[in-house]
């Protein structure tokens, strides 16, 4: 067992949990100001593309970085815009994004580097250490949870959440207010993809995120739409993870324990908590209905 | 009225998304023309373009009925995706172990076969197992929701990744041959192969791999039109879906509607097994599913989720899909992707469809409705 259980278990759990953490804090401000982000995925996609396209060019992994983030906010402002504005179904737009993430890259990596797959490799030194996000994430958590029960801010998105009716009547922008939860949950995802692709690995390949969107998303809901719970689900699902991949190849007693079983444990979790099995999961009230204002 | 605006805004968000499309083309220096005569061209030319966009149709028309069902009784089903697997993998199994013996790559049998029906028996059969255990596994979310409230998008999500992950492994583990170095099953018996229509139509060639499961497609959307609009069933799921509460007070138990719909829903993205492994590979191919289950939400939402749409949109998303195909090779700097990048902008468009109101309601062309 000890071979199985170590430090570098508990290491690369922390690496595979960031940017789950990451994307399911941006999904936590959205989903809490009551916008159904589903699009986790395709926005962790963009900020991965785009970090790793900007960092080629320009040799700097900070300015990719940022890059990352602007193109996460700019992708989670297009779901913002026609949830918001145009009252889309949340879920279908969402979904949408997803498919233009796919292939968005690939159409503009065709054109800019001939290669749909990938984006050129970019030089190990201009990497993004990895230690400063996932110290990053011990910061994050705590802000996030400062920010949405400690501040004006926080407790105005938990109203529009909520009860958008009451926060319209007490003088808060609903609009306003989700708007820019959409775009901190883009940041945020845009750092959880720019952390794939600059900082675990050192291209941008295509679906590289594959299904860690989903994942994080599933880590939301299992988090109770909680930061602290959130945060402890990233790491279970980030262990599950970092097991299936130790776990590769290995026989316990003569048996190889098949990688596909280690991989369904967060959705089967994700499936019992939802159901009511541990605990109550509730979403917030308002989550997925657009919101009309009274004339 | 309400007929014109329900075909005019799918019309208008096709238009508006190839204009946005064009764009995109244009930003990287070719020409939109050109890309998109090249698609259209190449998805209509006969024998091949037809022969193959029929044949993209196919598993679209399954996951687009399937996505429509669902959403008639106010479900969104993600989950047709994690449906088809588990139903093409099904299909192969009971195709593999009453198919007669199947032999590995040196020609040595493996004994992974029980019996060996004939075609008449092991054809029905194996499709009534594609879409029984479709159904099955979306009749799991669907009790889900009635009995425990949980969401039907999360679960369907939740339940995409496990079926993928339990027919891999049933595939790696269990039904693959000894040397075979991809991730696949053993074929399926010859009995359980169903012919292509190239067999019967003069002109279209045999390679082509169109076959029986698209015109199961075209009565699959007469058969739910039917289902929908003509029994008592379909009238219970369309209460549920239009109003819930009014539904139940009717009389009607909400919760039985909503497991039959996602059942029903999980059946028709189930039939994709049918075209995928009788029809196609004749065999189960780990992966096989080019989206299906998430471009069949595009279909149903551009086809209205009326039967008859959902072919319209299904056949317009096989066009672009073959027409897809020559684009990498004669053109300088637009890549096949441009095909997802203009499915997805259809989708946010007929999402968004307020989007129009505004500009046609300045020419008084269209009003906004009041809601």
Redesign the interface.
């Known amino acids: 067992m000890s071979e199985i259980i170590n430090i570098s278990l508990i290491f690369s759990t922390i690496r595979l949990a960031t940017p789950l953490l990451l994307a399911a804090l941006g999904g936590l401000f959205s989903e809490r100001a009551g916008i159904i982000n589903i699009a986790l995925e395709g926005l962790m996609l963009s900020g991965a593309f785009t970090a790793a396209a900007v960092t080629y060019y320009t040799g700097s992994p900070w300015v990719g970085l940022l890059a990352g983030v602007g193109a996460g906010m700019l992708v989670a402002a297009i779901h913002g815009v026609a949830c918001i504005r145009f009252k889309a179904d949340q879920v279908v737009s969402g979904t949408a994004i997803n498919i233009l993430m796919l292939g968005l890259p690939a159409f503009i990596g065709g054109a800019l580097f001939a290669s749909t797959g990938s984006t050129p490799t970019v030089p190990k030194e201009q990497l993004i250490p990895w230690t400063p996000i996932v110290l990053g994430f011990l910061v994050f958590v705590p802000l996030v949870w400062y920010v949405l029960y400690r501040t004006p801010f926080g407790l105005r998105l938990r109203a529009v959440g909520e009860n958008p009716e009451a926060a319209d009547a007490a003088g808060i922008s609903v609009k306003r207010i989700r708007y820019t939860a959409v775009l901190l949950s883009g940041a945020l995802a845009g750092i959880g993809g720019a952390y794939l692709s600059i900082g675990q690995s050192s291209l941008f390949t295509r679906n590289m995120t594959s299904g860690r969107g989903f994942i994080a998303l599933a880590a939301l809901i299992f988090g109770k739409w909680r930061p602290i719970q959130t945060m402890l689900a990233c790491l279970l699902f980030g262990f599950t993870e970092a097991l299936a991949i130790q776990l590769q190849g290995v026989k316990i007693s003569g048996e190889e324990i098949p990688n596909q079983f280690i991989q369904m444990v967060p959705y089967l979790l994700t499936i019992i908590v939802l159901a009511g099995f541990i605990g109550q999961s509730r979403a917030p009230r308002a989550l997925g209905i657009p919101y009309e204002k009274e004339r | 009225m309400k007929n014109f605006r329900q075909l005019v805004f799918p019309l208008i968000a096709v238009v508006a998304a190839f204009i946005v499309g064009g764009l ?1 083309i244009l930003l ?2 070719d020409n939109p023309f050109k890309v998109y005569g090249l698609m259209i061209g190449s998805a209509l030319s006969w024998p091949d373009g037809i022969g193959y966009t029929l044949f993209y149709a196919t598993p679209l028309i399954f996951t687009g009925l399937a996505v429509a069902v669902a959403f008639r009784c106010g479900l ?1 089903n ?1 989950g047709a995706e994690g449906q088809l697997y588990i139903a093409a993998f099904a299909t192969a199994w009971v195709s593999i172990i009453f198919g007669g013996v199947v032999v590995d790559v040196f020609g040595k049998p493996v004994g992974y076969s029980v019996a060996s029906l004939p075609a008449i028996v092991l054809v029905p059969l194996a499709m009534l197992t594609a879409i029984l255990a479709g159904a099955a596994w979306g009749a799991i979310p669907g009790f ?1 929701k009635a ?2 409230g ?2 039907e ?3 369907t ?3 995409n ?2 079926a993928i ?2 027919v ?2 049933f595939t ?2 269990h039904y693959k041959v000894q040397g075979d170095p991809l991730l696949e099953t053993a074929p399926i018996g010859t009995a359980a192969h169903i012919p292509r229509l190239g067999s019967f139509i003069p002109g279209l060639p045999e390679r082509i791999p169109l076959n029986i499961a698209f015109l199961l497609a075209l009565v699959a959307c007469l058969v739910i039109y039917i289902f929908l609009w003509r029994t008592k069933w379909g009238y219970e799921i369309r209460a549920t879906g239009a109003n819930p509460s009014a539904a139940e007070y009717g009389g009607i138990s909400t919760r039985k509607q909503i497991i039959l719909a996602m059942a029903v829903s999980g059946g028709l993205a189930g039939m994709v097994g049918i075209n995928e492994v009788l029809g196609y590979r004749h065999r189960y191919y780990d992966g096989f599913s080019d ?1 299906y289950g ?2 069949g ?2 279909v149903a ?1 551009l086809g209205r989720n009326h039967p008859f749409g959902v072919l319209l949109a299904a056949l317009l998303f096989a066009v672009l899909q073959r027409g897809g195909i020559p684009v ?1 090779a004669f053109t300088e ?9 203009l ?3 259809i ?2 468009f007929v ?5 129009f109101y505004g500009p046609f309601g300045r020419f008084g062309l269209l009003k906004r409705s009041k809601v």
């Open positions: 995109f990287v220096g969104l993600i889900l009995k425990f949980s969401h998008v999360i679960n999500i939740m339940l990744f496990i992950a339990l891999s492994y790696q583990y989206n998430f471009t939400i595009a939402l990498d700097n637009v890549s096949k992707d441009i095909v997802q990048v499915q997805a902008i989708i946010l999402a968004a469809e307020a989007i």
